[in-house]
């Protein structure tokens, strides 16, 4: 959940490692750091608590320079924010460790070292796995083979970059389960968790596989597999830019990316459909004639691609008549499931590297219970699309925001692909009934910038949360998925408590909390359960609720006392839930801007949850 970068160079790398470090704070951390060696190859290290940017001054007031080194952001899990539990991490001033992951089993590590004599300056994990480096390698005599040793030990996930002042000629790394990957410069190497962090300095890149062991050596690259076999990885070429991953003239990420929806969509839609026309007839492995042997559907996600499942379980359901089930992928793991004959797997990741997601692919894929696993994705080459058996791409571009947006909206455009296409397979819809679908996903971009238009009227509408400390959403059918992915944004970035109910609950308890200082919003599309949306909402406002209705222009919901309405452009039914989760993040973000909060980088939270 935190950041790592290394780099390899005949330049000064401490500029190139601060920038990344800064690429990456979009991941979430509460401190940061740096190791480098200098002229006499020894550690200069430099930690922070806070941001980047403090790191940054303190090394404005003690420069450093050197040609190797390694740096991190981190997100605490062991050990509260502090600069004493700030990585890197060091031993016997020999070895300088980053780590991204859990070690599950540090505390029995942590006894042993103690015992043989090792003193920790830190709560970490991390220490631990650095002073049994320190061990390992005295104990065998070999760099590499303590590497080995020491990683052979480590129950978890981790990504390693290590120093060794022994060796100041050499940059050394290894992963299992959280990611890294390599940047290839001219004579220059560098390592880091995602492309983002080094996309000033290069952009051709190897994504490592789990177990691989990277061993950069005078100038040299050398990877071995889990095996101990070398292996030639392949490189990547980024279509990424600077400008892709900067906020132009956005205050924030994460409002650049809610405007950047339409387009994500447009791409995410290209070559896949026309106007009136399906053009997926399978998803690689997962082709037309097996998806017509698909007996029952199971989706497995978490946090926002969750709520995108949910949303889709309607569509399975309705277009493909085929029983769909929607799991938390952390939940998941460790229960028994029943997985009916002839059983569809689908799971969903923005980053492709959210470890409890890829922990639950990684059991799916140990029997043979799944007649096929397929991930939708908005990254090519992460570790969820190369497990899955079939990928099928987002296509949003980077996504900065810690509070997904147009990951979300592009997930549930995937989604509506794979049930459509799945429906064709097993011609459980007309092709009338697909193509009325079909254009209005098509036009779906153009009436999601004429709700971007809505930006000023729902910012003076935020003014009235600003004060709350608590909301509701409410929504029927398809939209109460929406509604917790609406509450979710507010929590998140605003800091506000708010909930999602499937509006006909409300009389089941909720109801209890309504008063005048909790306001509720609805999500009230013209459809065939706007009737009895109209009930839930009048159950509400005679309670002395403030209600907010996000409706369609055409709906005869009329705005009274204790009732604010936002009317929005028709939404045919099909897309209704893309369309109406738009308002809804300009609603929490405006909210969170006006309490001035950090929108971007919420507090407590990281963009890739890569830890359990």
Same mark, same amino acid.
């Given at each position: 959940?935190?950041?790592i970068?290394?780099a390899?160079?005949q330049?000064?790398?401490?500029?190139?490692?601060?920038?990344?470090?800064?690429?990456?704070?979009?991941?979430?951390?509460?401190?940061?750091?740096?190791?480098?060696?200098d002229?006499?190859y020894?550690?200069?290290?430099t930690?922070?608590l806070?941001?980047?940017?403090?790191?940054?001054?303190?090394l404005?007031?003690?420069?450093m320079?050197?040609?190797?080194?390694?740096?991190?952001?981190?997100?605490?899990?062991?050990?509260?924010?502090s600069?004493a539990?700030?990585?890197?991490?060091?031993?016997?001033?020999?070895?300088s460790?980053v780590h991204?992951g859990?070690?599950?089993?540090?505390?029995?590590?942590?006894? /042993?070292?103690?015992s043989?004599?090792?003193?920790?300056?830190? +709560?970490?994990? @991390? =220490? &631990?796995i650095?002073?049994?480096?320190h *061990?390992?390698v005295?104990k065998?005599?070999?760099?590499?083979?303590?590497?080995k040793?020491?990683?052979?030990?480590?129950?978890?996930?981790y990504?390693i970059?290590?120093?060794?002042?022994?060796?100041?000629?050499?940059?050394?790394?290894?992963r299992?389960g959280?990611?890294?990957?390599?940047?290839?410069?001219?004579?220059?190497?560098f390592?880091?968790s995602?492309?983002?962090?080094?996309?000033?300095?290069?952009q051709?890149?190897?994504y490592l596989?789990?177990?691989?062991?990277v /061993?950069?050596?005078?100038?040299?690259?050398?990877?071995?597999? +889990?095996?101990? @076999? =070398? &292996?030639?990885?392949?490189?990547?070429t *980024?279509?990424?830019?600077?400008?892709?991953v900067?906020?132009?003239?956005?205050?924030?990420?994460?409002?650049?990316?809610?405007?950047e929806?339409?387009?994500?969509?447009?791409?995410?839609?290209?070559?896949r459909?026309?106007?009136?026309?399906?053009l997926?007839?399978?998803?690689?492995?997962?082709?037309?004639?097996?998806?017509?042997?698909v007996?029952?559907?199971?989706?497995v996600?978490?946090?926002?691609?969750?709520?995108?499942?949910?949303?889709?379980?309607?569509?399975?359901e309705e277009?493909?008549?085929?029983?769909?089930?929607?799991?938390?992928a952390?939940?998941?793991?460790?229960?028994?499931?029943?997985?009916?004959?002839n059983?569809?797997?689908?799971?969903?990741s923005?980053?492709?590297?959210?470890?409890?997601?890829l922990?639950a692919?990684?059991?799916?894929?140990?029997?043979?219970?799944?007649?096929?696993?397929?991930?939708?994705?908005?990254?090519?080459?992460s570790?969820l699309?190369?497990?899955?058996?079939?990928?099928?791409?987002?296509?949003?571009g980077?996504?900065i925001g810690?509070?997904?947006?147009?990951?979300?909206?592009t997930?549930?455009?995937?989604?509506?692909?794979?049930?459509?296409?799945?429906?064709?397979?097993?011609e459980?819809q007309?092709?009338?009934q697909?193509?009325e679908i079909?254009?209005?996903?098509?036009?779906?971009?153009?009436?999601?910038e004429?709700?971007?238009?809505l930006?000023?009227?729902?910012?003076h509408l935020?003014e009235?949360?600003?004060?709350?400390?608590?909301?509701?959403?409410?929504?029927?059918g398809p939209m109460f998925?929406?509604?917790?992915?609406?509450?979710?944004k507010?929590?998140?970035?605003?800091?506000?408590?708010?909930e999602?109910?499937?509006?006909?609950e409300?009389?089941?308890?909720?109801?209890?909390l309504?008063d005048?200082?909790v306001?509720?919003?609805?999500?009230?599309?013209?459809?065939?359960?706007l009737?009895?949306?109209?009930?839930?909402?009048?159950?509400?406002?005679?309670?002395?609720?403030q209600?907010?209705?996000m409706?369609?222009?055409?709906t005869?919901?009329?705005?009274t006392?204790?009732?604010t309405?936002?009317?929005i452009?028709?939404?045919?039914?099909?897309?209704?839930?893309?369309?109406?989760?738009?308002?809804?993040?300009?609603?929490?973000?405006h909210?969170?801007?006006?309490r001035?909060?950090?929108?971007d980088?919420p507090?407590n939270?990281a963009k890739s949850?890569?830890?359990?």
């Amino acid at each position: 959940m935190c950041g790592i970068i290394a780099a390899y160079a005949q330049r000064n790398v401490t500029p190139i490692l601060l920038e990344g470090l800064h690429r990456m704070e979009y991941r979430g951390y509460d401190s940061a750091g740096i190791s480098v060696l200098d002229k006499d190859y020894q550690i200069q290290r430099t930690r922070a608590l806070g941001k980047v940017a403090v790191l940054g001054a303190k090394l404005e007031k003690s420069p450093m320079d050197s040609g190797i080194g390694i740096a991190h952001t981190r997100w605490a899990t062991h050990g509260q924010p502090s600069e004493a539990n700030a990585h890197p991490h060091n031993s016997n001033n020999q070895f300088s460790v980053v780590h991204n992951g859990i070690i599950e089993n540090h505390e029995s590590l942590r006894t /042993d070292l103690k015992s043989a004599g090792y003193e920790f300056g830190s +709560e970490t994990d @991390t =220490e &631990v796995i650095v002073h049994l480096l320190h *061990s390992e390698v005295k104990k065998a005599g070999d760099y590499i083979e303590g590497v080995k040793n020491t990683v052979a030990q480590l129950d978890g996930a981790y990504a390693i970059a290590i120093l060794n002042t022994d060796m100041p000629d050499r940059l050394v790394a290894v992963r299992k389960g959280s990611p890294l990957l390599v940047g290839l410069g001219v004579g220059e190497f560098f390592l880091a968790s995602d492309t983002a962090a080094l996309i000033p300095v290069t952009q051709e890149f190897i994504y490592l596989e789990d177990g691989d062991l990277v /061993d950069i050596c005078e100038g040299k690259l050398k990877i071995e597999d +889990e095996s101990g @076999t =070398e &292996v030639k990885r392949p490189v990547k070429t *980024s279509t990424l830019t600077l400008g892709s991953v900067d906020k132009g003239p956005y205050k924030h990420y994460m409002l650049k990316e809610i405007y950047e929806q339409p387009n994500a969509v447009r791409a995410t839609l290209q070559d896949r459909i026309t106007d009136h026309q399906l053009l997926l007839n399978g998803f690689g492995d997962l082709d037309i004639n097996l998806l017509r042997r698909v007996q029952a559907i199971h989706i497995v996600a978490c946090g926002t691609s969750y709520h995108a499942g949910m949303t889709a379980k309607y569509w399975f359901e309705e277009y493909t008549k085929t029983p769909c089930s929607v799991e938390i992928a952390s939940e998941y793991r460790y229960r028994y499931v029943a997985v009916p004959e002839n059983t569809l797997y689908i799971t969903l990741s923005q980053s492709g590297e959210t470890a409890d997601s890829l922990a639950a692919l990684e059991e799916v894929k140990k029997g043979d219970n799944y007649l096929g696993t397929l991930a939708i994705c908005n990254v090519p080459e992460s570790t969820l699309t190369r497990e899955a058996d079939a990928t099928l791409l987002t296509k949003a571009g980077p996504e900065i925001g810690v509070a997904s947006t147009k990951a979300f909206t592009t997930q549930l455009v995937a989604l509506q692909l794979v049930a459509l296409t799945l429906a064709k397979a097993k011609e459980t819809q007309t092709e009338e009934q697909r193509s009325e679908i079909i254009r209005a996903m098509h036009q779906s971009p153009i009436t999601m910038e004429r709700l971007l238009m809505l930006d000023r009227t729902i910012e003076h509408l935020a003014e009235q949360f600003v004060e709350k400390d608590h909301a509701i959403f409410l929504g029927r059918g398809p939209m109460f998925p929406i509604a917790l992915e609406g509450a979710l944004k507010l929590k998140e970035i605003s800091y506000i408590h708010a909930e999602g109910y499937p509006a006909g609950e409300l009389k089941h308890g909720p109801l209890a909390l309504v008063d005048n200082e909790v306001p509720v919003v609805a999500i009230a599309p013209n459809d065939s359960l706007l009737e009895k949306l109209k009930s839930n909402l009048e159950e509400v406002r005679t309670r002395g609720g403030q209600l907010y209705v996000m409706t369609e222009e055409d709906t005869d919901i009329a705005p009274t006392e204790g009732l604010t309405l936002v009317k929005i452009p028709g939404c045919p039914e099909a897309v209704a839930p893309l369309l109406l989760t738009v308002p809804l993040q300009l609603l929490s973000y405006h909210v969170a801007v006006m309490r001035g909060t950090d929108v971007d980088q919420p507090r407590n939270l990281a963009k890739s949850v890569t830890v359990e």
